[in-house]
């Protein structure tokens, strides 16, 4: 059965950096978008940043764009998200997502399987 597994998360001061890392099994890991997701407590989950599977094409937020930076290492079956210069407004749930082929990259209903998630505090 595939599954996502992200670490990394925690708790980091404002302007501070944390990298995050989502682990795939399988094998078909090389052939889909991935995607960073995010869920602040009593808010939607939202759209942070997505990767292509081979040309490595990335899209972000607004809001992250500049400061995130999301990387994947097909041969590790991994993709990463780098986060600097963060705030308190980037605290949140961390998930990674398999987006299904065809999907849409902002909505959440095109990712077919997602990660247990991990937790970014960023403190002021």
């Known amino acids: 059965q595939v599954q996502l597994v992200e670490s990394g998360g925690g708790l980091v001061q404002a302007g501070g950096s944390l990298r995050l890392s989502c682990v795939a099994s399988?094998?078909?890991?090389?052939?889909?978008?991935m995607g960073w997701f995010r869920q602040a407590p009593g808010k939607e989950r939202e759209f942070v940043a997505d990767?292509?599977?081979?040309?490595?094409?990335?899209n972000y937020a607004a809001s992250v764009k500049g400061r995130f930076t999301i990387s994947r290492d097909n041969a590790l079956n991994t993709v990463y998200l780098r986060m600097n210069s963060l705030k308190p407004e980037d605290t949140a749930v961390y998930y990674c997502a398999k987006r299904r082929l065809g999907g849409s990259r902002e909505d959440t209903g095109s990712y077919e399987l997602w990660g247990q998630g991990t937790q970014v505090t960023v403190t002021s």
């Open positions: 399988g094998r078909t890991f090389s052939s889909y978008t």
């Open positions: 990767i292509s599977p081979t040309t490595g094409s990335t």
